[in-house]
Nanobody, 126 residues
């Protein structure tokens, strides 16, 4: 079954760091034919999902939300078929469920596909 798997969340004190990972199951983020942009979203209870960071298939385009700029780094290792979100100097307001999303195509001209993971919880608290 095709899906995304996130990991790396946890409880951390303010000022701490975490590295989240997102890996696909059943497809490849980036290959000779496939091309997927991957993003991380954060969701607080009762609120919508907020875009945190995105990285294009070749890693040549990266964007961040203003709230995490200078504290987070999104990267991808296409040899490991994994996207990472390194979060440093974490603040209580970074608390939330973090979801990975991938959208793209398995081959040029193919149908666009859109996948979400189940989320990984990040809690920043003293």
């Amino acid at each position: 079954q095709v899906h995304l798997v996130e990991s790396g969340g946890g409880l951390v004190r303010p000022g701490g760091s975490l590295r989240l990972s997102c890996a696909p199951s059943g497809f490849t983020f980036s290959s000779y034919t496939s091309s997927y942009t991957v993003s991380w979203f954060r969701q607080d209870p009762g609120k919508g999902r907020e875009l945190v960071a995105s990285i294009a298939s070749a890693g040549d385009y990266i964007s961040y939300a203003d709230s995490v700029k200078d504290r987070c780094t999104i990267s991808r290792d296409n040899t490991r078929n994994t996207v990472y979100l390194q979060m440093n100097n974490l603040k209580p307001e970074d608390t939330g469920m973090y979801y990975c999303k991938a959208w793209g195509t398995d081959y040029e001209g193919g149908p666009e596909k859109n996948y979400w993971g189940q989320g990984t919880q990040v809690t920043v608290s003293s």
